[in-house]
Nanobody
Framework: QVQLVESGGGLVQAGGSLRLSCAAS????????MGWFRQAPGNEREFVAA????????HYADSVKGRFTISGTNAKNTVYLQMNSLKPEDTAVYYC????????????????WGQGTQVTVSS
């Protein structure tokens, strides 16, 4: 069984920064990409960012481009999300996920999920 564990969420004022971490444990698995999604109350889970291990390319939602940076290491199945210039609309539960699919933008394509970590940005 594969487990993804997130950490690093919390409460921050608008304009502040947070760094989320996600580490995989359990049986060995090979993923094409790892990503971050978020879900605010009453909203669907939405794509935030992803990193593909082939070429280490990164992908971002338009709403976070220039403010968030995803990084990670394939060998350790570890991924990070550096979030700067946070806004109240970034408030959500953030989920780490891993996929073997090449279509990285859809949550349904991800096989493994973490339990989520709350990020709250106050105005």
């Amino acid at each position: 069984q594969v487990q993804l564990v997130e950490s690093g969420g919390g409460l921050v004022q608008a304009g502040g920064s947070l760094r989320l971490s996600c580490a995989a444990s359990g049986r060995t698995f090979i993923s094409f990409a790892m990503g971050w999604f978020r879900q605010a109350p009453g909203n669907e889970r939405e794509f935030v960012a992803a990193i593909t291990w082939s070429g280490a390319t990164t992908h971002y939602a338009d709403s976070v481009k220039g403010r968030f940076t995803i990084s990670g290491t394939n060998a350790k199945n570890t991924v990070y999300l550096q979030m700067n210039s946070l806004k109240p609309e970034d408030t959500a539960v953030y989920y780490c996920a891993a996929t073997r699919s090449t279509y990285i933008y859809a949550a349904r394509r991800y096989e493994y999920w973490g339990q989520g970590t709350q990020v709250t940005v106050s105005s």
